[in-house]
């Protein structure tokens, strides 16, 4: 049975956002399909040339977490 693979799974597949059986299931597929790994490489060549971005929340974003889990939630159980 043949199946087609959309952009967004093969984004999904490039961001390790896949099921192992799906993750094979695809391994396999761009072994058959030429035009399935073409689509794969352009997708990963565009992947590599994003920034690499790390983001840090304010501390203050850290502080107001860290009070409202001091809380009594009791209301909550």
């Not at 992947?47 to 840090?56: E, G, I, T, W, Y």
Request: aromatic fraction near 12%; include cysteine.
């Amino acid at each position: 049975m043949t199946h087609h693979y959309t952009e967004n799974q093969l984004i999904q597949f490039i961001y390790k956002e896949c099921d192992l059986f799906d993750k094979l299931e695809m391994e396999f597929a761009m072994e058959d399909d030429s035009t399935l790994m073409e689509t794969y490489t352009e997708l990963m060549t565009s992947f590599h040339m994003l920034p690499r971005v790390q983001f840090s929340p304010k501390k203050s974003s850290i502080d107001a977490i860290l009070e409202y889990s001091k809380r009594d939630l009791t209301f909550c159980k």
